[in-house]
Nanobody
């Protein structure tokens, strides 16, 4: 499976961005998917995840109520709508396939592609 994240950029505090992650080379509709992020000097952390049909979603406490994860299996794409952005949301955002384990653990995810940089200015 190959994953390509896009949609990042520079935004002011309180702004919004929508990230996309296009999957290829596998059966996307079979996969639980997640978004994670990594800020400079920090470990990769869980942001959001959803099940293969999208009927269940999971969020970290730091983004709950501000971010929304969704998917379009017909387009092999998972999205992350980010609203009310804060400077602490600045990071490289990655999408991953949930392989084994709890959705909330970064170790659950694999098949990383290139991430997309999100920078929130104060």
């Amino acid at each position: 499976v190959q994953l390509q994240a896009s949609g990042g950029g520079l935004v002011q505090t309180g702004g919004s961005l929508r990230l996309s992650c296009l999957a290829s080379g596998g059966t996307f509709s079979n996969y639980h998917m997640g978004w994670l992020r990594q800020a400079p000097g920090k470990e990769r952390e869980f942001v959001a995840a959803l099940t293969w049909r999208g009927e269940r979603t999971f969020y970290s406490d730091s983004v709950k109520g501000r971010f929304s994860i969704s998917r379009d299996n017909a387009k092999n794409t998972v999205y992350l709508q980010m609203n009310s952005l804060k400077p602490e949301d600045t990071a490289v955002y990655y999408c991953g396939v949930a392989i084994t384990g709890t959705f909330y653990s970064p170790k659950t995810y694999g098949y990383w592609g290139q991430g997309t940089q999100v920078t929130v200015s104060s």
